[in-house]
């Protein structure tokens, strides 16, 4: 089992940044891929970027790339998601996933962090 906790949204003007963090306990951290996805009320939640266990390897959503940056310090648990230039249609609920290698699905899920971005 693995807990996950997301941490750092709140409300930001357009143009501003925020860092994400997601803590997590339970089982070997560094045995697992971690994704962050977000999502809109009535909308379904789609993916945003991911790294796999080593933190050598990562991927970026289009709608993202070159704005935010996933990352991860398996000394402390914890995966961020440093989010620049943020635009108002990036105001979504962000969820913090883990996926035990090689699995393909995501297993364990946050919360959730609100991020709202204002115009």
């Known amino acids: 089992q693995v807990q996950l906790v997301e941490s750092g949204g709140g409300l930001v003007q357009a143009g501003g940044s925020l860092k994400l963090s997601c803590a997590a306990s339970?089982?070997?951290?560094?045995?697992?891929?971690m994704g962050w996805f977000r999502q809109v009320p009535g909308k379904v939640r789609e993916f945003v970027a991911a790294?796999?266990?080593?933190?050598?390897?990562?991927n970026h959503a289009t709608s993202v790339k070159g704005r935010f940056t996933i990352s991860r310090d398996n000394a402390k648990n914890t995966v961020y998601l440093q989010m620049n230039s943020l635009k108002p249609e990036d105001t979504a609920v962000y969820y913090c996933?883990?996926?035990?290698?090689?699995?393909?699905?995501?297993?364990?899920w946050g919360q959730g962090t609100q991020v709202t971005v204002s115009s």
């Open positions: 996933a883990a996926r035990r290698e090689p699995r393909l699905s995501y297993d364990y």
């Open positions: 339970g089982r070997t951290f560094s045995g697992y891929a």
């Open positions: 790294i796999s266990s080593s933190g050598l390897t990562s």
